[in-house]
C-alpha cells in the first residue's frame, strides 16, 4: 500500500492563527505562519499574557512617541531580541521603522531568515500601518 506523505514548504507547521488583516480562522502554511507569529508578537503589549507576562513588543503604544534616530535603534532593539526570544527561528536581517505626520501611521517592515531543519529561507513581514483615529 503507498503511503501519503503530506509536503509543506520547508516542512514548516501550519497554524490556524486570527489576524485581522487577513481573517479570523484563516489556516496559514509556510512563511504567513511566521509572518502571523510576527504580528502576534509585535501588536501583544507586555503583561497580557498571565503565563507569559513578558511576552509582547507594544508597537501601538510607538505611533505617539517620538520617532528619532535614538528611539528607531532601541526600537530595533526590542524588535530584534524579542524576536530572537520567542521565535527563535527567525534570524533579522534587518528592522525599518517609518512615521508618517501626515496619516498619523507607523510602518514596521522585518527582513529575516528562517532556518528549520538545516535549511534557510528568506522571508519579508512588511507594511504594519498603525493608525490613530
Known amino acids: 500500500m503507498a503511503q501519503i506523505q503530506s509536503t509543506q514548504y520547508l516542512n514548516q507547521p501550519s497554524d490556524l492563527s486570527p489576524i485581522p488583516a487577513i481573517g479570523a480562522g484563516t489556516l496559514l502554511y509556510g512563511l504567513d505562519v511566521y509572518n502571523g507569529m510576527l504580528y502576534t508578537l509585535l501588536m501583544t503589549t ?44 527567525i534570524t533579522v536581517k534587518f528592522v525599518q521603522l517609518a512615521y508618517d505626520p501626515i496619516i498619523n501611521a507607523l510602518t514596521v517592515d522585518i527582513s529575516y531568515n528562517i532556518t528549520i531543519n538545516g535549511l534557510v529561507s528568506g522571508g519579508r513581514f512588511s507594511n504594519i500601518v498603525l493608525q490613530a483615529k
Do not use: C, K, M, N
Request: proline share 11%.
Open 46 to 89: 507586555q503583561g497580557t499574557r498571565p503565563f507569559f507576562p513578558e511576552y509582547g513588543i507594544g508597537v501601538p503604544s510607538w505611533l505617539f512617541v517620538p520617532l528619532d534616530i535614538h528611539s528607531r535603534a532601541d526600537y530595533s532593539h526590542i524588535i530584534r531580541t524579542q524576536i530572537a526570544r520567542w521565535i527563535p527561528q
